[in-house]
């Protein structure tokens, strides 16, 4: 079945810690996104990516890094300079620049321990 | 810069009743509208979408919603809801930014459906 899988679905983070989420998709899709959940405040951007090698900041950037290295994986690096990381991510694809339908994974919830 | 306000954060509602949930957009060029589901702890799925045509918008599960241009709003509805509703739902706008289409999402509406 094609679809989006992230792992792990439960993280723990230390103080001081850098953690990497991890994103894959098999659609074949260009474009990948990184959205960040709160409750009550939906979800927002942190990074997107609408080609291999190439990736833009979203409204949420700082703290976090990400890599396109292989058009199937969008890895999200959650660094020690996020200091409120908590959170449920979410990871999603779309066929192309002019995205349609955006394709979600199922998430993984970041908890500091 | 386009944003999307969900006007209400929370929606109970009876088994079998009407609902409807409430999305405004704004936006000064011509946008794409879209309605998520997200189910406890799970990823968000497409009820349906808006690119262009007719107004009125069919989606799964007998929803439906309605780009109204004038209002700037894109509310969505079913004429009977079932316990298997209760989730929370977010409505989301893309427009043509450079040509990103870079979707914005609402702050979301939990449906709350009792028997």
Redesign the interface.
Known sequence: DGGITQSPKYLFRKEGQNVTLSCEQNLNHDAMYWYRQDPGQGLRLIYYSQIVNDFQKGDIAEGYSVSREKKESFPLTVTSAQKNPTAFYLCASSFNRVNEKLFFGSGTQLSVL | AQSVT?LD?QVPVFEEAPVELRCNYSSSVSV?L?W?VQYP??????LL?Y?SGSTLVKGINGFEAEFNKSQTSFHLRKPSVHISDTAEY?CAV?E?TG??????????TSLIVHP
């Open positions: 969900q954060s794409y879209f998520y702890n799970q990823g968000l799925q497409l979408k690119l977010f893309s043509g040509g990103s289409y870079i979707p914005t999402f609402g702050r979301g």
